[in-house]
């Protein structure tokens, strides 16, 4: 094999005389810099102050995440934004003062009126913080005085994947690295034998959005910090387990052999990715063992059982991924997402959300309550909500009796636990007709940021430089708000 076909199969190995001939062009260029741009290899104090990697910049109030993400877009209007001007009005066409121009999706677009829909559930006062909780949330309600209600979120996206890309990712366009990825790039995990970033999945009875791993990838950060997806059954992980008639030292020797092969070519090539592969490796193997216990509930008590309700029992229901997302958190998994379909209500909403609501509202308040009598609620910051809100007035034709809720990006609500989170208070607030904002607005940049801050974060100084750029989770914004910090 010629020579020059060899450099093009392998464009990282470079021969002695190759490197001295360019390593003479390369020092010239960098002497020429360094005259043009005296400043160009200094380092700033703040980079040279920063903090090793696995460290948290400041003392955190969280250890660990988990985010019970609510795919599709609850309605903020059923959940716990109550809006009595809209059942005084409804069928009254939306104010234009109130819209104000403010962009469709294509649904609703070609719409010659928007008639506005109150709420399909009723709303209440509860706990000695008298938030306001619909009755499709009966359970949610009694931990009022647990929780923080976020009013106030809002985005620019309008359409779904780009708006639950952008609250997983911080970008709109694929390819950024995940929020769990980041939380294990810049803290690490607490346990060897198990990820620091895990994903679980299931699916409601509504019409669901499609999930893609590019919600939970690592990007451009190393592959060791992608989340895993944990999936229901016998093999929670796809090609973990060895194939019949491979033993565990097999197994063993096996690994050891391929990881020589690996530092080998690590040493040829000096590609830093070789060594999250050997990792990743090692944690496979390690999980062989770590994650059949992690995932077993046989040793529950009746009463956590109780708790989160019968489903909790049948894998890949949302009840059952709440309670591994406890067992995952007490071993040390530093990010637990849980992904729930099925929240995308342009018609039928009053019957399909009831549903949906069902499905969660049980297992929801369990986990906020099981790790608070666990102790674990206060370093464990829980997380609800879905990508973006629901319009005020109905798609289609009125119909008070079957109708759906367009996308809105300009309100919604969430609600935090736990985590230095302060409990018991509602921020933010919407106008009476709960289509925008009037007080305390919270972008997704801010979310982020007051997350990272909860962790021991800030969210300034964790970056990864990538393509000549410095990369973070809240781009080029992002503030903590303080008012939600306990």
């Known amino acids: 094999m010629d020579k020059d076909k060899l450099k093009q199969e392998n464009p990282l190995k470079v021969n002695r005389r190759h490197f001295f001939s360019q390593l003479s062009v390369g020092i010239g260029s960098l002497a020429l810099g360094s005259l043009l741009i005296p400043d160009l290899f200094k380092q700033s104090s703040q980079e040279m102050a920063s903090r090793p990697l696995g ?59 928007f008639p506005l829909m109150p709420s399909a559930a009723k709303f209440k006062q509860y706990g000695n913080s008298g938030a306001w909780v619909s009755d499709f949330f009966p359970h949610i309600a009694k931990i009022a005085d647990d929780i923080c209600i976020i009013r106030s979120m809002h985005t620019e996206a309008i359409n779904h994947d ?43 009875k509504g019409n669901s959005q499609g999930l893609y791993s590019k919600l939970w990838s690592s990007g451009f950060l190393d592959s060791k910090h992608q989340g895993v997806l944990l999936r229901a059954g016998k093999n929670p992980v796809l090609y ?6 491979i033993s565990r030292s097999d197994k063993r020797h096996l690994l050891d052999q391929v ?21 990743q490796y090692e944690m496979a193997y390690r999980m062989q063992m770590s994650v059949p216990d992690v995932m077993d509930i046989s040793k529950e008590s009746a009463a956590t059982i109780q708790l989160y309700g019968e489903d909790c029992q049948v894998p890949g229901t949302y009840a059952a991924n709440c309670l591994q997302a406890r067992r995952l958190a007490e071993n040390g998994v530093r990010f637990i997402q849980l992904y729930h379909q099925g929240w995308d209500q342009h018609g039928n909403l009053p019957n399909e959300m009831a549903g949906q609501a069902k499905d969660v509202d049980k297992a ?19 997380i609800w909500g879905g990508e973006f809100g629901r319009s005020n007035y109905c798609q ?19 609600w935090m636990a736990g985590g230095g989170i302060k409990p018991g208070i509602t921020y933010g607030e919407t106008d009476e007709f709960g289509y925008n904002i009037i007080n305390n607005p919270v972008h997704i940049n801010d979310f982020h940021a007051t997350l990272m801050h909860s962790m021991g974060l800030n969210h300034e100084q964790l970056t990864y430089k990538y393509q000549g750029r410095r990369f973070r989770l809240t781009d080029v914004a992002g503030n903590v708000v303080k008012d939600l910090l306990a």
């Open 55 to 113: 460290i948290p910049h400041f003392a955190p109030k969280a250890k660990r995440i988990i985010y019970l993400f609510q795919a599709g877009a609850p309605s903020q209007l059923e959940t716990f934004d109550y809006k009595p001007t809209l059942e005084k009005r409804m069928g009254e066409d939306l104010p234009d003062s109130i819209r104000n121009g403010q962009r469709l999706t294509g649904m609703t677009s070609g719409q010659e009126s």
């Open 259 to 279: 990881s020589s092969l690996n530092k080998l070519h690590h040493v040829e090539t000096g590609d830093d990715e070789i060594e999250s592969r050997i990792a």
């Open 162 to 204: 780009p708006a639950i890309t952008f609250f997983q990712t911080g970008s709109q366009q694929s390819g950024r690295p995940s929020m769990g990825s980041w939380m294990s790039y810049g803290l690490g995990s607490e346990n060897k034998n198990l990820p620091s970033f895990v994903v679980l999945t299931s699916r409601g």
């Open 396 to 414: 289609g034709k009125f119909d008070p009796a079957n109708y759906g809720r367009d996308h809105h990006p300009r309100a919604f609500s969430i």
């Open 240 to 245: 973990l387990n060895d194939p019949e008639g």
């Open 364 to 382: 929801s308040a369990a986990l906020v309550l099981d790790l608070k009598q666990r102790g674990m609620l206060e370093d464990t910051l829980v």
